[in-house]
T-cell receptor, first 111, second 110 residues
C-alpha cells in the first residue's frame, strides 16, 4: 500500500531563518507530487507541483522554492522566512489527478 | 483561470441531510472532486464526478451538472463525526492539478 510521510508536524521559526520541509512517498512509482499551503479557516492554495524528477511548476510567485531530487521525494524550501509564510503546509501525491492523497501536514509559525 | 464558490458554513442536527453546493468557473473543465478535512487534520478524498449525474458512496453522494457549472455534495443521516470542512476542487485542462474552493464548514449538533 502507498504511504506518504511529511515532517516535522510543527515548526516555529524566526523571521529571516531558512526552511526545509521534506515529503516522501512509498509504494508507488512516478507519482505527481504537490505542495499546498492552507491559512487558518481557508482553502488550499497550490504552491508547487511536479510530474517527474527535476520538473517543478510554480503556481504562486513567492518566497518559497521546491525541488524533487528523487522520484518519491519532494522538498519545500525558503532561504529567508517571512511572517506571511506562516500556515499549514501539506504535501500530496497522486497518480489520478482528481484524487490527491495528503500527508499529515506541517504547521509552521514564523515569529 | 479557475474559481469555485461554496457556502462558508452549514449547521444541522444529527440524522439530518445537508447539501453543500459548489459553482465553478473554469477555462477547461475535466471533473469535480470533493474532500473532507477535520480540524487539525489533512484533507481526505471523498468522491469525483467527471460526467453529469449522481454518484453515491454510502451516506455521501455527489452530483454534477456540467451545463450549469454546478455540483453538490449530499451528506445523509448526519453523524457527529461528519463535523468537518468540505472542499470542492476542479481539475485543470492538462489534468495535473486541482484548484480548491474555500471550503464549507459543517457543524453537526446533537
Amino acid at each position: 500500500s502507498q504511504t506518504i510521510h511529511q515532517w516535522p508536524a510543527t515548526l516555529v521559526q524566526p523571521v529571516g531563518s531558512p526552511l526545509s520541509l521534506e515529503c516522501t512517498v512509498e509504494g508507488t512509482s512516478n507519482p505527481n507530487l504537490y505542495w499546498y499551503r492552507q491559512a487558518a479557516g481557508r482553502g488550499l492554495q497550490l504552491l508547487f507541483y511536479s510530474v517527474g524528477i527535476g520538473q517543478i511548476s510554480s503556481e504562486v510567485p513567492q518566497n518559497l522554492s521546491a525541488s524533487r531530487p528523487q522520484d518519491r521525494q519532494f522538498i519545500l524550501s525558503s532561504k529567508k522566512l517571512l511572517l506571511s509564510d506562516s500556515g499549514f503546509y501539506l504535501c500530496a501525491w497522486s497518480t489520478r489527478s482528481w484524487e490527491n492523497t495528503f500527508g499529515s501536514g506541517t504547521r509552521l509559525t514564523v515569529v | 483561470g479557475q474559481s469555485l464558490e461554496q457556502p462558508s458554513e452549514v449547521t444541522a442536527v444529527e440524522g439530518a441531510i445537508v447539501q453543500i453546493n459548489c459553482t465553478y468557473q473554469t477555462s477547461g473543465f475535466y471533473g469535480l472532486s470533493w474532500y473532507q478535512q477535520h480540524d487539525g487534520g489533512a484533507p481526505t478524498f471523498l468522491s469525483y464526478n467527471a460526467l453529469d449525474g449522481l454518484e453515491e458512496t454510502g451516506r455521501f453522494s455527489s452530483f454534477l451538472s456540467r451545463s450549469d457549472s454546478y455540483g453538490y455534495l449530499l451528506l445523509q443521516e448526519l453523524q457527529m463525526k461528519d463535523s468537518a470542512s468540505y472542499f470542492c476542487a476542479v481539475r485543470d485542462r492538462k489534468g495535473n492539478k486541482l484548484t480548491f474552493g474555500g471550503g464549507t464548514r459543517v457543524l453537526v449538533k446533537p
